[in-house]
């Protein structure tokens, strides 16, 4: 087949297909509407008359039998109605498949459309059929007369399974050829050879007259000609014998080949010529899509070097040289402009195949769908047109599946019946934004939440905070759908995961919005791409990369010891304005250093409705660039987004910034960072601990329950005044009474009858803080998130649902006891014993770290068991106590570690934990756990700690203690 | 990538003093050392992209291919070989230490490749030829982008 013939046609028809699914959609909707059915009679009597032309037999029996239909819908002047459409439909998708196909491979494909043909020529036979009662009886009267006549000496059976499959008279049965009369059922191979050797035979011998009922019927000379083509058209053609009523015994070419011998396209049926029209004139050439590419580099670097060109002529004198540099100048950005122009095309273009998929998801689905576009004059660039495209389309598809409910849930909802979808674009300065939007059922926030919950995709405490918009950005995840059925459809009902990689892939954001019972809404935020774009220009590890400017928001500058620098689970975030930025260094994300340095200067980028910090060494500066793709070697590496030859020559990698930060956004996600001027570091306490919960003044305030020895109510008369402090008498001893109010600077309340004191007792000695009256006592997991600010609270917690503070109730003594933890008066160690504390939770860091020290012991912290690790390679400390559950290595893996080292075998271990004795009993025991402590008995801790410190061997020794509370309220 | 051919001239060169040779199909020049940006998280064979009158090409080295020492400081008088492609915006050029002359292919002098070689200079070899003085490793372009390029860069 001739190549270039070939690709010709290809085009041609592929151009003249293109329009024609919204044509039959249109007739469709206006089915008398004589002009359209023409238009779209003419394109497939075209491609019919072409693929004669060439000889693809497949093609054109399709296109043939499509014409047929058409023809006669046209001539009978008949009113289609859904099927035939949808057949039509069909048939045209079936053209296009070949097409395809031969596009590919350069020959037909193996694909077998026999059964849309027959149906087509079902429905010719239908309409014919409806057609006036003359036709009808004619065609009874011509097929009665003719059918038992030429069928001589064959049997009856063949007979009946020729007419039950319409094929009664020699036209149709040549028309049929011999691989359909093969398929007729009740037909062998030899008998509908036998058949059509006979059709022919009786073709022949009869002249005009032989021609099927059609001829009887009001046709126009058109009708004849077809027939005619039909004839000759549908088996293999020698080219010669090309009269119009002629009938070759067609029968044993047929039969001896099934594939039709290829035609030598010069000898050709005048009639098929006439056919094969070409495209009117319409100003317009065809390029090919390298050729422009190409053209845009050259452009490219034409504007680089007209920048350069710029720059050194601003120095010059002469008036001329400025002159003609400004002219090329200008020049140059026309030129550039149109040239961008030339790879855009209409957002339309991808639109234009909604209807169609609309209309048959609809009947697939038996709902009513119709769709609205608004802006599909929008440009964007050929290659993001076509990377759009399948996103769109399964997006579109969710929303008819399982967003638009059916008719009746709508009815019920008070919506109207027919749902719809609306596709809306526009340019917002350097972006193109896409809206695809339903006013279905809407997304539930909550059921999202909770399959991310069952699936491990967030913790529970994310469960709790997160808000509804974040949780409809779950849907994104790979594995989330809350449709419990399949659809056939559209599969699961998510394939978000692959919509948004392919969105970002083009470096876009996708975000979804939803409001049930509503409808839902994507937002869909694309760079417009131009091949030269501006960049910033940065160092980082005497390296350089580039940032398209497009998405850098602002350049700032952090000193280490800025107050808004803050570090939240151990990454950095920046308080910017209000919001927390979280940030990245850069030589972090490229591993470019073995330990990332302190961010300095941080270039805050935009992606989606979010901003990110990149920190990098040094900003050089802007420059235009022209973007030139990596290597495929490359493509994996979402960090880059291309690369690029700066001035010098040497060659820059672009970055890609939605490929750094993907880490951040994706925790970012799922957790999102409450921002504002409250959270800064968010500290757990994993284990709930009773909470007394006291007010004064008006504030609320906590104390952990095992702080506190007892509550008392006493009489005012009982607290007396000593020179300026107030003391009480309990038993048996003066002890400090301190007032809250006095000490945090509240208003106190109105002092009634009784006092409200907590007696925290500590080394025998006993301290009374008054307070105005006692909430509740809870038990819960106290969540502290620190402030750094007044150095009387530990931090705020949420309890019963209140912000509360938490008392740090050693700074409070030490304000008005300053000497309460100097004075020992039990004798502790008598030389200063050194014990290496590890614990995860800063509360409790700071609730042990004071006792230790008041016992005289010399503290180092630690963490976790990593950190301690490291502190215990280089010291050996006296004693080790350490929390148990810890992140990074628990208190089990430090002290199987420790036990380990030589060095440290002998070191006391003791578990300070709240964890249920029993279970770790076994554990801790293997292990060589000393002693095991609960968190806030202190009495206890000194206790074990004291005897443990005046031993000189380690003894297995597992004690278990009670949490406080029990044995303070026992009195 | 041509395959070589009986005919072919084969385009001789060294690295860490083992020679090697390659059809002149394949390449389309030899040039000296180019400026070179490294990438990083790229494959260690990657050094990094050169600009070549403005196209950009990936340059892989092949001592980091064949897992060979790291060329020291005196040896930067390097030559890095630019392949011939097929592909539009796949450009590659290997890094050798020195190139030397065309020869002749000798259907006759040409052995398949000894199974005492390493598992790098196996997997890249078409086979060998043996010259009066040395033998030469005829080397299969292709694999060699394979191998290079399958190396992720260790953190």
């Known amino acids: 087949m001739d190549e270039e013939l070939l690709s010709e046609f290809l085009t041609e028809s592929n151009e003249n297909l293109a329009t024609i699914e919204e044509q039959l959609l249109d007739l469709e909707a206006d089915p008398g509407n004589a002009g359209i059915l023409d238009g779209i009679f003419r394109v497939i009597h075209t491609v019919k008359g072409s693929c004669g032309f060439i000889g693809l037999s497949r093609l054109e029996k399709v296109a043939h039998a499509g014409e047929n239909l058409l023809g006669k819908v046209r001539s009978l002047k008949y009113e289609v109605d859904g099927d035939i459409i949808s057949l039509l439909l069909e048939s045209t998708d079936a053209i296009k498949e070949l097409l395809a196909g031969i596009e590919e491979n350069g020959s037909e494909p193996d694909l077998d459309h026999s059964s849309i043909c027959t149906r087509l020529a079902a429905a010719e036979r239908l309409i014919d059929g409806g057609g006036d009662s003359a036709a009808e009886a004619a065609t009874d009267e011509v097929e009665s007369e003719i059918s038992l006549d030429w069928l001589t000496d064959m049997d009856e059976e063949i007979v009946g399974a020729l007419k039950e499959a319409s094929a009664v008279t020699p036209a149709v049965v040549l028309e049929l050829g011999f691989e359909k009369l093969r398929a007729i059922p009740g037909l062998k191979p030899a008998s509908a050879l036998k058949v059509l050797g006979l059709a022919s035979a009786a073709a022949k011998s009869e002249t005009t007259s032989d021609e099927p009922a059609e001829k009887k019927k009001p046709v126009a000379k058109k009708a004849k000609e077809d027939v005619i083509e039909g004839k000759v058209v549908a088996e293999s053609v020698d080219a010669s014998e090309q009269k119009g009523s002629s009938k070759k015994p067609v029968t044993k070419d047929e039969a001896n080949s099934e594939s039709l011998p290829s035609v030598k396209p010069k000898e050709n049926l005048p009639a098929q010529k006439a056919p094969a029209k070409k495209p009117k004139v319409e100003g317009s050439i065809r390029v090919d899509v390298s050729l422009l590419d190409e053209l845009m580099n050259q452009v490219g670097e034409l504007v680089l070097s007209r920048n350069r060109l710029l720059r050194l002529v601003e120095d010059e004198t002469s008036v001329e040289l400025v002159r003609t540099s400004r002219g090329i100048s200008q020049i140059t950005s026309r030129l550039q402009d149109k040239l961008l122009h030339t790879r855009m095309q209409p957002i339309s273009t991808n639109w234009s195949t909604v209807p169609r998929l609309l209309r048959d998801i609809c009947k697939q689905l038996g709902k009513k769908i119709r769709v609205d576009m608004q802006g599909q004059e929008t440009e964007l660039d050929r290659t993001i047109l076509a990377a759009m495209k399948d996103p769109m389309t399964h997006i579109i598809r969710n929303s008819c599946d399982h967003g638009v409910e059916s008719p009746e849930v709508r009815r019920e909802r008070n919506k109207p019946e027919e749902g719809f979808i609306s596709l809306k674009a526009r340019q917002e300065s350097g972006f193109i934004v896409i809206e695809i939007g339903d006013d279905g059922g809407g997304i539930d926030p909550a059921r999202i939440k909770d399959k991310a919950l069952r699936m491990d995709l967030i913790t529970d405490e994310q469960y709790e905070t997160m808000s509804d918009k974040a949780a409809l950005q779950l849907i994104f995840h790979a594995g989330l759908s809350t449709v419990e059925k399949v659809s056939n459809l559209s599969g699961r009902g998510v394939g978000m995961d692959v919509v948004r990689t392919q969105i970002e892939k083009v470096g876009g954001t996708v975000e979804i919005d939803s409001q049930v019972g509503v409808g839902t809404t994507l937002l869909i935020r694309i760079p417009l791409t131009l091949a030269i774009i501006p960049a910033m220009i940065v160092e980082c590890d005497k390296q350089r990369f580039a940032v398209p400017q497009m998405l850098v928001q602002e350049l700032i500058s952090i000193d280490s010891d800025s107050q808004n620098l803050e570090m939240l689970a151990g990454k950095p975030f920046y308080r910017l304005r209000g919001e927390l930025l979280p940030m990245i260094g850069l030589d972090e994300v490229l591993k470019l250093r073995e330990e990332s340095e302190a961010l300095s200067s941080v270039v805050v980028v935009n992606i989606g409705d979010r901003q990110y910090g990149i920190g990098v060494d040094k900003v050089l500066g802007a420059e235009e660039i022209v973007v030139k793709p990596l290597g495929k070697n490359f493509q994996h590496l979402d960090v880059y987004g291309g690369c690029s030859i700066l001035g010098d020559g040497l060659v820059v990698p672009i970055l890609d910034c939605n490929g750094l930060t993907r880490e951040l956004r994706q925790s970012q996600e799922a957790s999102p960072v409450s921002t504002g001027d409250d959270s800064t570091e968010l500290a757990t306490a994993q284990e709930s601990q009773h909470i007394l919960v006291f007010g004064v003044g008006e504030e609320r305030f906590a104390i952990p329950m095992a702080l506190v020895e007892r509550i008392e109510n006493l009489k005012c008369e009982e607290i007396e005044k000593s020179g300026d402090r107030e003391v009480l008498q309990y038993r048996g001893e003066i002890i400090p009474v301190v007032r809250l109010s006095n000490v945090l600077g509240i208003k106190a309340a109105e002092a009634g009858a009784t006092e409200k004191c907590l007696i925290i007792s500590d080394q025998g000695r006993r301290i009374s803080i008054q307070v105005d009256k006692i909430i509740d006592i809870v038990q819960q997991k106290l969540d502290i998130q620190l402030e750094t600010g007044n150095a009387f609270y530990l931090g705020t917690a949420v309890i019963e649902g209140k912000s509360t503070e938490i008392i740090d109730i050693f700074e409070i003594i030490k304000t008005v006891a300053p000497n309460w933890f100097n004075d020992k008066r039990e004798t502790g160690p008598s030389q200063s014993k050194h014990v290496l504390f590890v614990e995860d939770t800063i509360f409790f860091r700071n609730l042990v770290v004071p006792v230790l020290e008041s016992m005289g012991f010399d503290v180092s912290t630690a963490r976790n068991g990593v950190e301690a690790k490291n502190i215990l390679e280089k010291l050996t400390p006296d004693l080790l106590l350490t929390d148990l559950e810890m992140p990074e290595m628990d208190g089990f893996e430090l002290a199987e570690w420790v036990r380990t080292q030589p060095r440290l075998k002998e070191i006391p271990i003791v578990a300070l934990s709240s964890l249920d004795p029993d279970e770790y009993k076994q554990r801790a025991e293997s292990l060589g756990f000393t002693d095991r402590i609960t968190k806030f008995d202190r009495k206890v801790l000194i206790e074990h700690l004291s005897k443990l410190l005046g031993k000189n061997s380690s003894t297995v020794d597992i004690v278990d203690a009670e949490v406080i509370a029990t044995e303070t309220t026992g009195g | ?155």
């Open chain 2, 1 to 155: 990538m041509n395959r070589v051919s009986k005919q072919s001239r084969l385009l001789t060169f060294c690295v860490d003093q083992q020679w090697l040779c390659l059809s002149v199909d394949q390449l389309s020049e030899v040039v000296t050392p180019q400026r070179r940006t490294p990438m990083p998280l790229a494959p260690v064979s990657v050094n990094g992209l050169i600009n070549l009158r403005g196209k950009i090409l990936t340059e892989l080295d092949m001592r980091t291919t064949l897992s060979l020492k790291p060329r020291g400081p005196e040896d930067q008088n390097f030559r890095t070989i630019i392949l011939e492609t097929e592909e539009e915006g796949d450009y590659y050029g290997l890094t050798v230490d020195s190139v030397g002359e065309v020869i002749n292919m000798d259907p006759e002098a040409f052995e398949k490749t000894p199974d005492s070689l390493s598992e790098h200079w196996r997997c890249i070899s078409h086979g060998v030829l043996k010259q009066d003085k040395r033998i030469l490793v005829l080397v299969d372009v292709e694999k060699v982008l394979t191998l290079s390029l399958s190396e992720v860069a260790t953190a």
